[in-house]
């Protein structure tokens, strides 16, 4: 192994002593590092003191692992969506879909999201791929377009109208239809737009 010598250098204006092998190889530092040596440059390989952060557990209220599926099936088709209809604006990045679920839910990382702010997550992600599918190319660049607005039109009608049919006496008077299928685009658009507009009977 041959005998380790002292070295002696400067670091950051302190003394500071080094012990290195027979090949410069260092073995023990006794100061600091960015050391000028007399016999040379000095390779230093020095370890953090600060002791690793340990891992932020999860709120004992956070959301199941089957609510963490549904928003990453959310964030995925969000992502997907915005790379088809985009035209001018960048597409979203998955990272800054995930900032702005995380910014929703109130947290840091969606599987830390707590149960009382999963519903909101969802309903802003839903809103912003509404506001995609509303733009003009969505039509046609978004396979999952018509399917999108029937089922967007049924829910509403359901959830806050209270009237699974809501839509009907609309698309009966101005189309002369009995089913949202029967519909072109421009007419389940128009019909999509006015179920947005109608009120709750009991409002």
Not at 27 to 40: E, P, S
Not at 45 to 68: C, F, M, W
Not at 142 to 171: C, H, M, T, V
Request: proline content about 7%; hydrophobic content about 35%.
């Amino acid at each position: 192994m041959g005998k380790v010598i002292g070295l002696k250098g400067h670091a950051a204006g302190r003394d500071v002593n080094v012990e290195t092998g027979p090949t410069n190889n260092v073995t023990a530092i006794h100061g600091g590092t960015n050391i000028i040596g007399n016999h040379g440059p000095v390779n230093v390989y020095t370890k953090d003191p600060r002791p690793p952060s340990a891992p932020v557990p999860p709120p004992p209220d956070h959301i199941t692992d089957e609510q963490a599926a549904i928003l990453k099936s959310l964030h995925n088709d969000w992502v997907a969506l915005s790379e088809v209809v985009k035209t001018r604006a960048k597409p979203i990045t998955p990272q800054q879909a995930w900032i702005s679920i995380n910014h929703a839910g109130h947290c840091t990382t969606y599987k830390h999201m707590r149960q009382e702010h999963f519903d909101t997550a969802c309903a802003y992600v839903q809103k912003q791929m509404a506001i995609l599918r509303s733009g003009k190319m969505a039509r046609s660049r978004d396979p999952k377009w018509r399917a999108s607005r029937i089922g967007a039109i049924k829910a509403r009608s359901i959830n806050q109208l209270g009237d699974e049919f809501a839509y009907k006496p609309y698309i009966t008077k101005n189309f002369n239809a009995q089913s949202l299928t029967e519909l072109d685009d421009e007419q389940l658009d128009a019909t999509y737009r006015h179920v947005l507009k109608l009120k709750p009977k009991n409002f």
